[in-house]
């Protein structure tokens, strides 16, 4: 075991002797340094440390979400901002120039290149994300390797309130894919995914389910041209079979949903419209869409795949940048009269808007 | 809902379009700003895009870990350290005097004030705490509603491998402590605390056992002086209870275990013993180790403490900033004749150390 380093120590000290007589340990009282620090009426007051910096800035997803930090004493920035809309909002600080998390805040969006912190302002009275006092269902982390791919991967399963009672009941399968930037680990930390599907269940708006979320990026850094080839393989080779024989799961398709936002909503598309014997309940949010080559076979043979399908449920946001490539998808389903939902919706290609199509799209499914 | 910033919805356009294309999604070629690089000989690159930075240094945990980064082109900055010797250790960057976490770098250590990431090279063969091909627990993630302390909180759960299959078995309880910069998910995500449990049990050298892991922050950030107390309330009216409700664990002290590092040491050994009608399993890893007073009860009946103790465990590393508090508590349990061990260790106030102590702890238990 190798010595650490006297700073590490010294700081693991100074964090130590502080933590029973300050509430900000190593970095001096409170006031000076808590961030975001939110006050009753939901103004935020962000701070930093930086006595080099010449300019910092946050930048979050509320409304007037820019705003410039001002030099204080002893080199701590700050700055007051809202009230904030309740919400679940990213944001990140600029400091000179170098985007980053608020290393004050531990609620950190999980992504692939982590700049993003969270904002969690609950509602009054509580939003659909918000934790509500309701039976609660619990979020398993996994570790596995993966034979298809030839290496280490995380994945999360949702199940509902009361999996681990009624050991009698099987449950219908969603699996939930993130976007680009993200990892298996969004749809919880952020999307709030398992408090949505908590109340949906307990306002018996939703089936109680249980809810696979993978790691969207299968292929290796160094080339990532084949991605959601791999990720399919990932999926039907190792993880479906893996969570039938782990989980107490229905194995029809009619009880097996694949929805994504994204990249992941191209995934799910793709993978969903090839894979009608596994897959009966597809959706696709601000979705990458598959091309036509994509989905082939799908449209070939339009009829057989409009009766295997029990729901095709597309949405995307009037200023989503990928509102065109959805429309031109739109118009290929009608060409070939498959039969689907489209939803146009307000908002952009963004969480909050994806937050809401989850708590639409849930009691669509299963019935 | 608010329509996002023009920003973010070009920042994901960004990272969509490049996520086809690109190993390295929104920051153009992989080869310029992949961080943490891990080369076959162990020798790992740091990079950092930071055109305005004047100074930027990785510091490291591993042997001589604190090093320059060089600025290159296009305002990457980059340095090759190492071969880096296989582990799990802690690093930040440190650009002009900002401690940060690498934003290349996905693998955050869980804290209060993140700014440290996570290089995990794994050993050849693996060590005790690499993910091996061994059968794998289940870490499951509880938000709950804490009456005790009238607000939200977090916790993990690991259950060992076959607690879903095996649905008669009862299992021991292990409740697992972090230190003050930590929260819940530090001793999985960085302890690494579920692989040691799958391979020490795999082994034959621990008992299969579910850990608890609670956030030891129990006091509200505004007054931190009475945080023992306030997480002895909500561990011992909420937390236990529930998990002897929750989870098929035997109900018994004899089956039951409370150990911490650090803050959480002392948590562990105050709590402990004070309740020995709860914890006949009692370990403190480089602790700050509890007053006279805090265990005036379990030092005025001395022999009665013996009595009840299964193992009182206590270690710390020649060089850590806590070995002379911890030689006086040895000192006191000396002086009243409780049984104990002590485990004077190399290293210092550090997780690499507690990795290992974990390791050495937990075939001790529940025997």
New interface residues.
């Given amino acids: 075991?190798?010595?650490?380093?006297l700073?590490?120590?010294l700081l693991?000290?100074a964090?130590?002797a502080t933590?029973?007589?300050?509430?900000?340990?190593?970095?001096g009282p409170?006031a000076t340094t808590?961030s975001p620090d939110v006050q009753p009426d939901r103004r935020v007051t962000f701070r930093?440390?930086?006595?080099?910096?010449?300019e910092v800035l946050v930048?979050g997803?509320?409304?007037n979400?820019?705003a410039a930090l001002s030099r204080e004493t002893n080199g701590i920035w700050s700055v007051t901002v809202g009230p904030v809309?309740p919400?679940v909002w990213?944001y990140s600080l600029q400091?000179?120039?170098?985007?980053?998390?608020d290393?004050?805040?531990?609620a950190?969006k999980?992504?692939?290149?982590?700049?993003t912190s969270i904002l969690h302002v609950p509602g009054q009275p509580p939003l659909i994300h918000d934790?509500q006092?309701v039976p609660?269902g619990?979020?398993?982390?996994?570790?596995?390797?993966s034979k298809a791919l030839d290496r280490?991967r995380e994945l999360a399963v949702y199940t509902p309130p009361g999996y681990?009672e009624q050991?009698a009941q099987r449950y219908p399968t969603l699996y939930l894919q993130h976007?680009?930037?993200d990892?298996q680990a969004t749809w919880?930390a952020h999307g709030k995914a398992?408090?949505i599907l908590d109340n949906l269940i307990a306002q018996g708006r939703a089936q109680p389910m249980v809810v696979v979320m993978m790691d969207g990026h299968a292929s290796p850094?160094?080339?990532?041209?084949n991605?959601t080839a791999l990720f399919e393989r990932d999926l039907l080779e190792e993880v479906l079979p893996w969570v039938n024989a782990?989980y107490r799961v229905k194995p029809e398709p009619a009880s097996r949903a694949i929805v994504g936002l994204?990249?992941g909503g191209g995934q799910s598309l793709t993978i969903g419209l090839n894979h009608l014997e596994q897959f009966a309940w597809i959706g696709g949010f601000s979705s990458?869409t598959p091309s036509r080559e994509a989905i082939a076979g799908a449209l070939a043979a339009p009829t057989a795949t409009g009766q295997k399908l029990k729901l095709l449920w597309i949405a995307c946001g009037k200023?989503?940048?990928?509102l065109a490539r959805n429309r031109e998808f739109i118009e290929l389903l009608k060409e070939k009269q498959i039969p689907h939902e489209w939803h146009l919706t307000?908002?952009?290609?963004?969480w909050?808007?994806w937050r809401?199509y989850l708590a639409d799209i849930l009691p669509r499914l299963f019935h």
């Fill in positions: 075991m190798k010595a650490p380093l700073f590490l120590c693991a000290a964090s130590l933590a029973a007589e300050t509430p900000n340990p190593g970095r409170a808590k930093l440390r930086a006595p080099k910096a010449s930048t997803q509320w409304a979400g820019r809309a919400g990213e400091v000179d120039g170098l985007s980053m998390i290393p004050g805040n531990p950190i999980p992504m692939r290149e982590p700049r934790f006092p609660h619990v979020v398993r982390q996994h570790s596995y390797y280490l681990d050991t976007g680009s930037g990892n919880v398992h408090w850094p160094e080339n990532r041209t991605n782990s994204s990249m990458a200023e989503d940048f990928l307000e908002g952009s290609h963004s909050p808007v809401g």
